[in-house]
């Protein structure tokens, strides 16, 4: 799906791709950085992000909001020093590649994430020239 897209010259939006795997499986459950690394390439060869909007914010303020929406599913389940790995294992990554990482705030209200979002996407759109 990805590819076809970006071969008709399309943008291609995705909840989530790689960096999720290197934080959740890295870094929340201990997977070596290197084996992830070496199946990203085996599988995806030179595909990469142009850009991650990274919408972060305090564990503790994500498991509430979590725990308000709905049942717990499997990740929820896990206990906060796993989503303090993951939350570090993102952040490392984000310094690690800060031209392609834009951070948002999630701890804002909503109104103030969407707004930052909106700029955020704005300024990439600009980058472009479009």
């Given amino acids: 799906v990805i590819l076809p897209a970006l071969n008709k010259g399309q943008w291609v939006l995705c909840d989530r791709f790689t960096d999720a795997t290197y934080a959740?499986?890295?870094?929340?459950?201990?997977?070596?950085f290197e084996r992830i690394a070496t199946l990203?390439?085996?599988?995806?060869?030179?595909?990469?992000?142009?850009?991650?909007?990274l919408l972060d914010l305090p564990v503790e303020i994500g498991?509430?909001?979590?725990?308000?929406?709905?049942?717990?599913?499997r990740f929820e389940k896990e206990q906060q020093i796993f989503f303090e790995q993951v939350r570090s294992a993102y952040l490392a990554q984000a310094q690690r590649a800060p031209e392609r990482y834009r951070i948002i705030d999630a701890s804002q209200p909503l109104e103030a994430v969407q707004q930052q979002l909106g700029s955020v996407l704005q300024a990439i759109l600009k980058e472009q020239g479009r």
């Fill in 63 to 73: 498991l509430a909001r979590a725990g308000e929406r709905s049942a717990a599913d």
């Fill in 24 to 32: 959740y499986q890295g870094g929340g459950r201990g997977i070596p």
């Fill in 40 to 53: 990203e390439q085996w599988v995806q060869g030179a595909l990469r992000p142009d850009y991650t909007v």
